[in-house]
């Protein structure tokens, strides 16, 4: 028998011919099944599973949305395109309509008695039907992509749509759910390497999918300036001609620009700009003489060090072409909020430095958006509402709180999806440390530092700085699979949080993530689903 050879002689053969070939690879043990349910990342703050038969979806089920109202409208047509089938996107039908639901539907409703708040939603999948009921637009949309998450990973893929043969299951289920902070960001720095308005889109897209809210599009540094500014239009055809490591760089022009908000808007995402200043601003400077204390433009940069760039603070023009920036910017902006850095100024003494921050903010107050800087703004007076993102594990952020700023968590050692996840990550950096998935996911904002809570966080943010980030697919694994993680710690309660049940849940989003083509990488401690 078969056993018995294994143990007697095989075996000595199998140990004889391992010793001198290559060890076999350690058999892992395969995923315990997962139930539907247990692949929704973030997870939601209540899931009630029924015990009935799951709801069927297919290509003749109709999605029905009330009231007619555009936005709803447009939320439909989002499940509907994930869920329609090749032949055309309108199927499965959009209908917005009031009377009754028929049977079989999934119906989109907004509605004021919900009372699920700004991003809340309930999702109740029953046999004969599936309802998403939310206040507002944000929270059926993110109702939407609760169930996008419990439809089989196959739905993503292009090429292949539910069809009279594909129908599939949903299980029945009760889900009530909502945020536990406003702000769930990511970063991209598009100065160091210039990445495309289809990049963004494409990251815009993954991030929609995790609930996330919030772009910060890092704008300026020193290798590059990339957004056009109608008035200074140098800071873009010379500033925005290079990148790190001497690449042709690019820009935005003010049309690409409009293009990514809207895009971001109809994800629910709102894009925060950033303009870095005083520091990281060689790209201005090499671009206009006039903005340097002694009138000379250096050189276009494309190294990587920080630190020796700073506007003229004693100079009218430099406060005339930040007026400029932050007039043409704030009308480009629908969302409150300007970011206007403020990190690592090296060549100003503090009372220079406080006093620029001050005019700086007073002249994004006057056209009428919100500060937010890195946490050395918290040195100068920080006006009402102006908000202090903490990136600097060594600094506590509690001095920007105790002016009464609130924060957006983004500790480097957490939350800096370009470090390294391990010392063998080709990509990325580690002055912060190694970041593996456990490190990104086991710590929770309101207990990072003594002395704050949830009420002087306004959320959390994952900042991909790109020194070394050149290309999407090296933002796809550098954010993958960390920015899942991220997400869910701005979503989901701490009490329904375990490091343990999220790593399941994350090994579960493997098939989507090859569906949608992302170039994640594998973690060996997660076990990943086939
Ligand atoms: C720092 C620095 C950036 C770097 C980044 C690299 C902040 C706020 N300023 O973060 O210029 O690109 O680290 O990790």
């Known amino acids: ?87 055309g996107p309108e199927t499965p039908q959009v209908v917005g309509g ?49 169930l996008r998450q419990l439809l089989p990973p196959f739905v993503e893929y292009d090429a292949v749509r539910l069809d009279a043969a594909r129908s599939v299951g949903v299980p029945a289920v009760t889900i009530v759910d909502g945020p536990r902070f406003a702000w769930r960001g990511s970063m991209l720095d598009v100065a160091r390497h210039f990445h495309s308005v289809d990049d963004v889109k494409r990251y815009l897209d993954l991030m929609a999918l995790y609930k996330m809210n919030r772009l910060h599009l890092h704008l300026a540094d020193d290798q590059g300036w990339r957004l056009e ?19 042709p760089g690019g820009y935005y022009t ?47 940069y494309t190294g990587t060090n920080v630190g020796f760039s700073t506007l003229c603070v004693d100079k009218d023009v430099t406060y005339r072409f ?13 969302g409150d909020y300007i970011h206007i850095g403020g990190d690592e100024v090296e060549r100003l003494s503090e009372a220079e430095y406080a006093a620029f921050i001050e005019r700086a903010q007073a002249i994004v107050l006057r056209h009428g958006k919100q500060v937010i800087g890195w946490d050395e703004i918290a040195h100068a007076q920080l006006a009402p509402g102006t908000v202090v993102q903490h990136w600097r594990p060594r600094e506590s ?38 970041i593996d ?24 943010e994952a900042p991909i700085w ?37 790593s399941r849940r994350l090994g579960a989003q493997a098939p989507r993530w090859s569906a949608l083509g992302v170039n994640y990488y594998r973690a060996p401690e997660i076990l990943w689903e086939r």
């Open 1 to 87: 028998m078969k056993s018995s050879r294994v143990g007697g002689l095989g075996l000595l053969v199998a140990l004889a011919a391992s010793s001198c070939a290559r060890p076999a690879p350690i058999a892992r043990p395969a995923p315990p099944p997962l139930d539907a349910m247990h692949r929704v990342i973030p997870i939601p703050v209540s899931v009630v599973a029924s015990t009935g038969n799951s709801f069927v979806v297919g290509p003749a089920t109709a999605i029905v949305v009330t009231p007619d109202e555009a936005e709803a409208i447009e939320i439909g047509r989002f499940l509907s395109d994930l869920i329609g089938t090749a032949a």
């Open 98 to 146: 009031e009377g009754t639901i028929p049977e079989g539907s999934i119906h989109l409703t907004l509605d004021a008695a919900a009372a699920t708040g700004d991003e809340g939603y309930e999702l109740e999948i029953a046999p004969n039907g599936v309802v998403i009921a939310a206040e507002q637009p944000a929270g059926l949309f993110y109702g939407v992509q609760t």
């Open 229 to 247: 500014i109608a008035s200074w239009p140098n800071l873009t055809t010379h500033g925005g001609s290079t990148e790190v490591g001497g690449g």
């Open 254 to 300: 003010r049309a690409d620009y409009a293009d990514i908000v809207e895009y971001a808007r109809r994800r629910f995402i709102t894009i925060v700009p950033e303009i870095d200043m005083p520091g990281h601003t060689n790209a201005a400077l090499a671009s206009y003489a006039e903005l340097n204390c002694d009138g000379v433009a250096p050189p276009l």
């Open 322 to 334: 930040i007026d400029d920036v932050v007039r043409e910017l704030a009308t480009l902006t629908p």
């Open 397 to 434: 952020p509690v001095p920007a709180i105790a002016q009464g700023a609130k924060i957006i968590a983004s500790s480097a050692d957490r939350t800096y999806l370009d470090m390294k996840y391990t010392p063998q990550t080709p990509l990325g950096l580690s002055w912060a440390g190694f």
């Open 437 to 460: 998935v456990r490190t990104a996911y086991a710590w929770d904002p309101a207990t990072l530092y003594d002395g704050i809570d949830d009420s002087s966080i306004l959320g959390v």
């Open 466 to 502: 790109s020194e070394t980030i050149a290309h999407l697919s090296d933002i796809e694994r550098m954010a993958f699979p960390r920015l899942p993680a991220i997400a869910e710690i701005a979503w989901s309660p701490e009490d329904r949080r375990s490091y343990d049940d999220f």
